[in-house]
């Protein structure tokens, strides 16, 4: 089981701000940028294993630039304190993954001020919503808003992530990094997988993460079709110890209810380790293979 950052399900007006002299609180740009560094874009990195996953990335590169999307950056205290830390290499772009519009802005904004990508990360997902969305216990429980919601901000959002992303992405894994190919990391779960389903339940979480597997498989057979030094990871932080998961946490024992800190760090370990023919596969926190 996990629970990825949440989101709720509301419509508004979100505005990329392209030039930080605008409004500079929603986007902290790099002044001067090394056109040899590695650029990394972390979406849905308000808190939680976003954040870290900004953190580390920050701290394991010192020459890296390093963008983090969030529906709200002024909420966000995590990443004010990174941005006044990092505000050399770091940048903070509003992104709704349920408005294509702010993601097609968001990827303007790359190719203008970088230029390129080497790692996008996919992190934003739900699995509860307060009065809202509950993970289904029984089929009686199952609702069509549900499903629909589950799918549309856990498998087709990430879908547009790299639909508009892909060709910023063709710089391939870029100085500062192991590797030799670009990579796309999308957060899935273990409840995800069709094989290694043996309790039932969670309908909408199940279902849309299914879907966020076969989307990404299918991308990276389109990848690897085209010859582009590109590949896509699919990756299960196990049960990480959130403010989100703190409802589910009951029957979970406490060596296996990880921090946020030892997940990213295993996760970025498979992140730099991943070579071509890791293209399209499914791993979890410890590196083995999740059937599908």
């Not at 002299?21 to 090394?34: A, G, Q």
């Not at 946020?260 to 498979?270: M, P, R, T």
Request: aromatic fraction near 8%.
């Amino acid at each position: 089981m996990y629970i990825t950052s949440g989101i709720m399900y509301q419509r508004f007006s979100s505005q990329i701000v392209r030039k930080c002299r605008l409004l500079p609180v929603l986007c902290y740009s790099t002044t001067s940028l090394d056109r040899k560094a590695s650029v990394s874009l972390v979406q849905g990195a308000s808190r939680g294993i976003g954040l870290e996953f900004v953190r580390q990335l920050l701290e394991r590169d010192k020459k890296g630039q390093v963008l983090a999307t969030c529906r709200d950056p002024d909420q966000s205290t995590g990443l004010q304190e990174l941005k006044n830390q990092y505000s050399g290499r770091f940048d903070v772009l509003k992104l709704d993954v349920t408005v294509e519009s702010t993601i097609e802005a968001a990827a303007t904004f790359v190719r203008e001020t970088y230029g390129y990508l080497n790692l996008l990360v996919n992190t934003s997902g739900i699995l509860s919503i307060p009065n809202l969305l509950l993970p289904e216990t029984t089929l009686a429980k199952v609702q069509k808003s549900s499903l629909l919601l589950s799918y549309e901000v856990n498998a087709v959002g990430p879908l547009l992530m790299i639909k508009h992303m892909w060709p910023l992405l063709k710089a391939g894994g870029g100085t500062g990094t192991k590797r030799d190919v670009a990579v796309v990391a999308s957060l899935s779960a273990r409840v995800g997988s069709i094989g290694d389903n043996n309790l039932g339940g969670w309908h909408s979480y199940r279902a849309s993460k299914a879907a966020l597997n076969q989307l990404t498989k299918t991308v990276s057979v389109e990848l690897a079709r085209k010859k582009d030094p590109i590949i896509c990871l699919l990756l299960h932080p196990g049960t990480v110890d959130t403010d989100l998961s703190q409802p589910f946490q009951r029957n979970i024992p406490k060596d296996k209810l990880f921090t946020k800190e030892f997940s990213v760090n295993k996760l970025l370990d498979i992140i730099d380790g991943s070579k071509i023919h890791d293209n399209g596969k499914f791993f979890a926190w410890d590196g083995q293979e999740i059937p599908w």
